[in-house]
């Protein structure tokens, strides 16, 4: 028995010690890498920490209110209330109120008594123009994630948790699942700029598909960008197209699926304008418009064709997604630099919308890293109806921030189409997450409506709310935003 475990012995060492030389031989002749011609087999050590490095800093080295795309402190926050553990905490808060930009609500002397408190009122999207208005009932609501941007477990949970809390799920740009239907929420249909879902055999708008469809949703959303990459189109890399999302979709299988940076058929105002009122006719939902700004030239000409045609070719809702959006896989220069943050957007557009008297014609949707109560009373208070969040929901599911959405090893199941990854995200749990997060936070929210003398979160107005702007000093956000006069 002992030389045999020798021999083995002896045949592992020698394969080992054969692998070794095998790479510091690689490492010497190959010419892309100087640090590996120049220190063979220990220059690997270098691209190691430099891909771990990230994990590390999120647990050990970044402040609680430091880290990057979402700080530690905020996600914490997002679990607790996740898991109904509420927003607690002891000695005192790590959020700096002399950063600025740092926002601070103002509370009154003589704050809404319980017995004088409202419930914040549903709004009805689409009323008086199409044959469905829409009944929208809650202040926070999911954002557009694709299924095949996230798995088939994570879809069912947040359609189950949509339910259960009264918010609505958009489905993005990949087309509707059975897992969108599956927990019987209301359900928002976006229209990509490739049409999944709403397409034919040949790539084209299809209305057969899209009157078929139009029975299981509630509105459609016409998406002309998103904030994680403006001007281009959505992304799914090949290993994440699997048979039934590629059917989903009409596209091939385990090859990436790259949307058109716009519509082909929507090239200006007037065509778009056009398709709304179209797909309104044809289905009698509401019909919305999603967009990132870059600039006052569209919302402007936006308001001035609706006027010269009608109200009746105006969008039911306008979802204003801010420059830092980004659930998926984008070109980090557009995720760095395209698109005004929504601190800046959501103002302008809803000032524009007011001095063209369109603000009750058409719905407002704020989007853009708005996950706490906090931001969407901010939102809120600037004049926005709702607020859309695609990470904030991604954090109730158990998102750990990992930072792969795009290469299909996501470590929680929620971005992932691995099986085995996928068993770890129990969606007879995490659909409870999703609902209790939502929930705690149109409670936060109304919270904060009480604290400023307000019977119910709809009463927010910009005078609610103080920006800083230096260090010992802020400003009233309706000074920042003066609330223009209507010119029409």
């Known amino acids: 028995m002992n030389p045999i475990v020798y021999s083995i012995g002896t045949i592992l060492g020698l394969v080992f010690i054969g692998a070794i030389v095998a790479l510091f031989v690689h490492d010497i002749i190959q010419q892309q890498h100087a640090i590996l ?43 607790k209330n996740a898991k109904n553990k509420g927003g607690i905490i002891g ?26 408190q409202l419930p914040t009122p549903s709004l009805l999207i689409g ?40 918010c609505w799920l958009n489905t993005g740009e990949g087309g509707l699942s059975p897992y969108h239907k599956e927990g019987g929420c209301d359900v928002i249909m976006q229209i990509g700029t490739a049409k999944y879902g709403v397409r034919d055999e040949n790539g084209s708008f299809s209305p057969a598909r899209t009157k078929e469809i139009a029975q299981f949703v509630k509105a459609f959303e016409i998406k002309l960008s998103q904030g994680a ?31 058109p940076n716009r519509h082909h058929d929507i090239g200006n105002i007037d065509e ?16 919305g418009v999603k967009s990132v700004i870059g600039g006052w030239r569209f919302i402007n000409e936006l308001c001035d064709t609706i006027h010269r045609r009608g ?37 302008r557009v809803v000032d524009t919308l007011i001095e063209s008297d369109l603000k009750k014609r058409i719905r407002v949707i704020a989007a853009g890293k708005l996950v706490t109560s ?31 959405c795009h290469l299909n090893t996501c470590p929680t199941g929620i971005t992932t189409h691995n099986p085995w990854l996928q068993r770890g995200l129990v969606v007879e749990e995490k659909y409870l997450r999703v609902a209790n997060y939502a929930m705690n936070v149109n409670k936060e929210i109304d919270m904060l409506a009480h604290s400023c003398g307000l019977r119910h979160a709809r009463e927010f107005r910009r005078e609610h709310v103080r920006i800083v702007q230096t260090a010992g000093k802020s400003v009233a956000l309706n000074m920042l935003y003066p609330y223009p006069e209507v010119k029409r």
């Open 37 to 79: 011609r120049n220190y063979p087999i220990i220059g690997r050590l270098r691209f190691f920490f430099e891909l771990q490095g990230k994990y590390f800093r999120q647990y050990w080295f970044a402040g609680d209110r430091e880290e990057q795309p979402f700080d530690r402190a905020t996600r914490a926050w997002v679990y």
């Open 91 to 116: 000695f005192g808060s790590t959020y700096d109120l002399r950063e600025p930009g740092a926002t601070i609500f103002v509370n009154a002397a003589f704050p809404i008594q319980e017995e004088d």
């Open 127 to 166: 009323e008086s123009y199409c044959q469905y208005p829409f009944e929208a009932r809650s202040i926070i609501n999911i954002s557009g994630m694709s299924y095949g941007a996230i798995s088939a477990v994570a879809v069912r949970a947040l359609s189950l948790g949509a339910a259960k809390a009264g």
């Open 229 to 259: 990459k403006p001007g281009k189109g959505g992304l799914l890399l090949g290993p994440k197209v699997t048979p039934e999302v590629a059917a989903i979709r009409g596209i091939p299988v385990f090859q990436d699926s790259i949307s």
């Open 272 to 287: 778009l304008l056009d398709k709304i009122a179209y797909i309104r006719d044809l289905t009698g939902r509401p019909v």
């Open 311 to 347: 109200l009746e070719y105006a969008p039911d809702f306008l979802t204003i997604d801010g420059g830092e959006g980004g659930s998926g896989a984008a070109p980090q220069t557009l995720m760095d630099y395209a698109g005004l943050p929504i601190a800046e957007a959501l103002p």
């Open 374 to 404: 906090a931001h969407g009373a901010w939102a809120l208070s600037v004049g926005a109806d709702f607020v859309n969040t695609a990470r904030g929901f991604m954090f109730a599911l158990g998102c750990i921030q990992a930072l792969r």
